[in-house]
Structures are given as C-alpha cells and as structure tokens.
C-alpha cells in the first residue's frame, strides 16, 4: 500500500527527476490538446504528474537534510536551478494559463476543493509572471534561479560554520553540566566536546559555570557566517526586484498574496500592540534576573549569562530543573506515550511497522483512524553529525485522488535533534524536547488525516503560510496538561510515574520569563516584514534590526552579534516576509486549545468536530474560514495574551 523509502542511489534518483521533467513537459503538452478541456481531464493528471515530481525531489532534499554529505549536497545543488527553471517555464506558460481560465469559466461541475485548486493555480500563475513579455519573463526565471542558488548556499554556510566550531573541555570545565549532557560530549580521551549545534550548545549555555567558556561559545555563535552578510543584501535585492517585476510595491507585499494577512501594516500592527502588552512585562523579568545574578554576585549580566541566570532563577524560583525530568521522559516511553494521547485526544492509533529507513534509529508507523489504515509517519528523532540541526515535519506524499479514481494515501518525515542514545543511557529529553516533538507531530497530523481529494490543496499543500502553524501549536500546548503528562512520564529505570508535585512545578514554570520570549519573536518578525518592505544593503540591514531592537528588545545584544548571518528561517527557508506567522498562527492555536480544555481535554465529539474541519480540510478552504467553521466565531487576542502568560 505503501512505497517504502530508500535512501541510496542518489544519482539514479538525480536522473530519474531529470528525465522525469522531461516527461512531464511532453505530457502535458498532449493533456493541453484535449476537447473540450475539464477539471477531470486536465487538471486531474496535471496534479498528479506534478505530485510524482515533488515526491521524487522530496526523497532528495530529504536524505541531503538527514544525512548530509558531499554526494548529496552536489546532487542537490546540481539538481536545484534545474528545477527552479522548470518551475518557472511552468508557472509562465501562456497555454497552460489560458486552460486553467477556460476550465474556471465553462467547467460547471466543479466542487469547493476544485474551485480553491483552480483559484491557487491562477493566483500562482499570476505570480510566476504570466502575462509578462518575453525579456521581463527571462529576467524573472533568472532571478529565481539566482535566488534558490543562493538561499542554498546561505544554509549550507551556517551549517558549514556550526559543523567546523569545537570546545575541548577538561573536568573542571563542565561544572553545573547535567549527567546526560556531559555523557553526550564525553570523548574517548576524556574531554567534553561542546559544539553549536543547538542541544550541545544550550547544554552549555544553561549550565556551564564557567562565564568565559559561555561568552566563547555565544560568540561563536552569533558571528557564524559572516559571508552571509553579502549574500543577505544580494537576496533582498533580488527579491525586491522579484516584487517589483511582478507588480506589486515590495517583496513584503509578495510574499502577502498568499497568506491570510493582507497588508504589512495589518502585521506591523498586530505586532506593535502585542509588543504593547508584553515588553513591559518583559522588562519586569529582566530586571528580576539583574536581582538574581546580582543575589549570585554577578555585576553585570550579559547576553551570554541570561540563559545560565534564567534557569538558576527558575530552579529557586519554582525548584524547576529540565534535568530532573529527563529521567521521566526517556524517548520511546514518550512516543509510546504520547501515540497513547493522539488516540485519546483525536481517536488516532499508530502501528509501528517494519520498513527501510535511511538510519537504525528511524522508526515508522501507519495511522489508523477509526480501523482505516489513512497514512505512515516516520520519526528521525535523534542528533547526528551529518544531519541539519534544530525539527521539522517534511510532508513526502499527498492524499489524492488521481484520474482514475485511484486513491494516493499521504506519508511524511518527523525529524529532531534529540540527545543520542548512548552505551549506558537512553536518549532522555527535555520537556522543551517534548515541546518540539508535539508541534512537528501537530504538522504531521494535519498532512497525514487530510480526507481532501485534490494533492493541490491537501494536508499542508495549498495552506496559507501564517495558518500552516496553527495545528502543531494547538498540540504542543497539551504537553503542559497534567492528564497528558500523566499518560508518559515515567522513569526509565524504576517506571514509576512523575510526581505530581512535579508536573505542577512544570506548570507553574511554563510562563516563567515569557514575556522575553514574545518579544523576542516578536524583534524576528517585525525585522524580518521591514527588511522585505525595502531593499536595504548590509549596513542598512544592521540599522533596521538595531531600530526594531530599540522599540521591541529588553535585552540588546552587542554589536558584534549577526544574529541575521544565521537567520536560516527567512532567507533560506520559507519565511520570508512570514515569521510573524509563529504569533499569527498561535492566536488560532490558543483560542482552539482553550476551547478543548474547557471541555475537560478529552472529548471525542469536540476532536471529531475539529478533525472534521481544521485537519481533513488541509488547504481545501481559506484557513480563517475554517478556522470559523470550527469555533463558530473570530479568534480573540485575550487567548494568545492567556497563553503567553501575559495579564491583558
């Protein structure tokens, strides 16, 4: 029923994609001469041609993220402006434009998931540049080449300078590092190697006593890519240019035709007056910690002491301490457990099954809903040297029905950097780390139940980038709700469960300095709507961030610290003009999450009902409406305001 997953052979896959392409264009070609032309058959194969593509280079980009190495960065980098070529060519095909506009027009069977297909279509089209003459067309396909080239090359910098930064610690240098830590850097000579790779480098952060060894490692950290910095003022440009081809006033308003948002002043607004409501509760914390350290004997608090202080803090605080749950949270029993929930919360079972995967500790399970096998996970949870840091969900295959009537079921990736297992321990994580396998799960929730018909518009394909957040911050909130907690944490050595006393420490901890952490998102996100407003140079670019910090930050890190050389989200990834999406989407997360835990957390009937709206429905309607259709009204700020912690 389902393809397994194979992981070698990347240049047959590098041809098969080639060739592949080629296929598709002559295809389509014989699909433009039907009559009279239908959703059925034109727009029906045309999607599924274009799904066998997107599969073929996910297995690609998949195994260059998972295990990296320098076959699969050629490959990938080779195979990248090929593709963005053929993207263009396709987005500004004249004749497969004016189809879509016929069918619109004379096709009268049309249903709701066909009409929003055919509507993203256009719109895309639009965007990709149709209608343009044949210069302004060429200049477009080389910009995006342009673009793709170097937002690889970005990634693949930051990651070169994480991989090539190592301490060598001795004995005394580890001081305050937790056990589990401390294994994981363990070398066989003795020493602790700590890295920037986020768990060894928070690791050290959070804990390591030695203030010295914490600036080396934060500055290492904040100046890693310094050839960013031109590459960044090259990306704007170009993207400005982008916008600008294509009609509209600057790249931030590109990048908002295809999101709920409609403006960058509407974002700029949202988040001003949240920075309303929290940078003063914000500056509270600040100076809470100051009176700490200053309690600790600490003068003066810098950047690279405000983790290790904040969690000192927290301890005294609450007696909170992440590694006293580590030994409650080892991975399997949280995953068992965690499935446990899902079955609970929504009605969703997972049966492990016995594949290929492309590392021993991949493990793969089908989803069972209502004794229907819908779709398979597979999870790639621990950290590895040839694996790109920090999670994500990567969606492989759609749910669709093609030409035939033949139903495609949809699988995706799960991947983390959580501790490795070691000789003598398992990987035991961090309710933070819990925190992050809930919100990928959330992802892979709403790719993996879709019902809808049509791969365009199915699972995460087709919805708004500002809503795409919204199901998996819904689920990484219950990971604080005892009666989850309850169902998995439990000690790996004794099996006893988790005191009680613990998960209302966890609880009452949860909100400790959040304040801090919405500012600081909210800093990312209105730097990054500013800098896509204008086309500023790299000198322009530090002023923009160091205006927004004035207005936004408490805490305003030195001058050396490039926090956007490695700001891989909005200038390799997909965020461009779209980080305030976190925020935007957590509204719709909070007030979704209150309404389940006003109804005791358990309640089939209200999971069935948001199943059957939010999670089936994919990207088959515009994500406010379905956001209405299951919570019968707008969502309102006081429940993000809730969320954070933070008094309205």
């Given at each position: 029923m389902f393809p397994e997953?194979?992981?070698?052979?990347?240049?047959?896959?590098?041809?098969?994609?080639?060739?592949?392409?080629?296929?598709?264009?002559?295809?389509?070609?014989?699909?433009?001469?039907?009559?009279?032309?239908s959703f059925q058959n034109f727009l029906k194969p045309y999607q599924r041609i274009q799904t066998e593509l997107g599969d073929l280079v996910t297995e690609v980009s998949h195994i260059n993220?998972?295990?990296?190495?320098?076959?699969?960065?050629?490959?990938?980098?080779?195979?990248?402006?090929?593709?963005?070529?053929?993207?263009?060519?396709?987005?500004?095909?004249?004749?497969?434009?004016?189809?879509?506009?016929?069918i619109q027009s004379t096709d009268k069977s049309l249903n709701e998931?066909?009409?929003?297909?055919?509507?993203?279509?256009?719109?895309?089209?639009?965007?990709?540049?149709?209608?343009l003459n044949p210069t302004t067309k060429e200049e477009l396909k080389n910009i995006r080449i342009q673009l793709s080239d170097l937002t690889n090359q970005f990634s693949q910098n930051v990651l070169n300078a994480t991989n090539a930064f190592a301490l060598y610690l001795k004995e005394e240098d580890v001081k305050g590092i937790p056990e589990s830590d401390k294994n994981s850097a363990k070398q066989e000579d003795g020493t602790y190697k700590f890295t920037l790779h986020f768990p060894s480098y928070i690791a050290y952060m959070t804990y390591g006593e030695n203030r010295k060894i914490r600036k080396e490692l934060y500055d290492a950290y904040c100046t890693r890519a310094p050839e960013n910095g031109a590459l960044i003022e090259t990306i704007l440009d170009l993207r400005d240019k982008e916008a600008k081809l294509l009609g509209f006033e600057s790249y931030a308003h590109l990048s908002l035709?295809?999101?709920?948002?409609?403006?960058?002043?509407?974002?700029?607004t949202?988040?001003?007056?949240?920075?309303?409501?929290?940078?003063?509760?914000?500056?509270?914390?600040?100076?809470?910690?100051?009176?700490?350290?200053?309690?600790?004997?600490?003068?003066?608090?810098?950047?690279?002491?405000?983790?290790?202080?904040?969690?000192?803090s927290k301890k005294e605080s609450f007696s909170y301490d992440e590694e006293i749950y580590r030994p409650f949270l080892e991975k399997e029993t949280v995953i068992h457990g965690t499935f446990q929930f899902l079955e609970k919360l929504l009605g969703v079972k997972f049966q492990e099954v016995k594949t290929s995967v492309w590392e021993p500790s991949v493990l793969c399970y089908d989803l069972v809903v209502e004794g229907e096998t819908r779709s398979r996970l597979y999870l790639d949870l621990e950290v590895r040297s040839d694996k790109k840091g920090g999670a994500w969900m990567h969606n492989w295959k759609p749910h669709f029905k093609d030409?035939?009537?033949?139903?495609?079921?949809?699988?995706?990736f799960v991947v983390a950097s959580f501790p490795k297992a070691t000789n003598t321990q398992p990987s035991l994580l961090r309710p933070s780390d819990v925190v992050t396998l809930f919100h990928e799960l959330g992802h892979a929730l709403h790719h993996l139940l879709s019902k809808v018909n049509e791969a365009f518009v199915s699972g995460v394909n087709g919805v708004e980038w500002d809503a795409v957040e919204f199901p998996s911050q819904f689920l990484e909130n219950f990971v604080y709700e005892p009666k989850v907690l309850q169902l998995f944490a439990k000690h790996?050595?004794?099996?006893?469960?988790?005191?009680?006393?613990?998960?209302?420490?966890?609880?009452?901890?949860?909100?400790?300095?959040?304040?801090?952490?919405?500012?600081r998102q909210i800093e990312f996100a209105k730097f990054d709507m500013l800098v896509h407003k204008e086309k500023p140079n790299e000198a322009r670019v530090q002023e923009i961030l160091n205006q927004v910090r004035k207005e936004i930050a408490v805490v305003v890190p030195p001058s050396y610290n490039k926090f956007q050389n490695s700001f891989t989200h909005i200038f390799a990834g997909g965020y461009a003009a779209g980080y305030y999406s976190y925020k935007?989407?957590?509204?719709?997360?909070?007030?979704?999450?209150?309404?389940?835990?006003?109804?005791?957390?358990?309640?089939?009937?209200?999971?069935?009902?948001?199943?059957?709206?939010?999670?089936?429905?994919?990207?088959?309607?515009?994500?406010?409406?379905?956001?209405?259709?299951f919570y019968g009204k707008d969502p309102d700020i006081q429940a993000l305001l809730r969320l954070n912690g933070i008094a309205a």
């Open positions: 997953f194979h992981s070698d052979n990347l240049s047959q896959k590098e041809s098969t994609i080639l060739k592949k392409m080629e296929s598709n264009k002559e295809f389509i070609q014989s699909l433009l001469k039907k009559s009279p032309l993220s998972v295990k990296n190495n320098e076959e699969s960065q050629t490959i990938y980098s080779r195979l990248l402006p090929k593709l963005s070529e053929y993207y263009t060519d396709l987005g500004q095909n004249e004749e497969i434009y004016a189809a879509l506009l016929k998931e066909q009409k929003k297909v055919l509507e993203n279509e256009i719109r895309d089209f639009q965007l990709s540049g149709v209608g035709a295809t999101k709920v948002a409609n403006t960058p002043e509407e974002v700029i949202f988040l001003d007056h949240l920075a309303e409501k929290a940078k003063p509760i914000a500056e509270k914390e600040y100076t809470e910690i100051k009176s700490f350290a200053k309690k600790m004997g600490e003068t003066q608090v810098e950047p690279w002491d405000l983790t290790y202080y904040s969690e000192k030409e035939s009537g033949n139903t495609e079921l949809p699988i995706a790996y050595q004794t099996k006893e469960p988790i005191p009680n006393s613990y998960i209302e420490t966890m609880v009452k901890a949860k909100n400790f300095m959040s304040a801090m952490g919405v500012v935007w989407a957590e509204l719709l997360s909070a007030n979704a999450f209150y309404s389940f835990v006003d109804k005791g957390v358990f309640d089939l009937e209200h999971a069935s009902h948001f199943r059957k709206t939010v999670l089936e429905k994919g990207g088959s309607a515009n994500a406010m409406n379905l956001f209405r259709d």
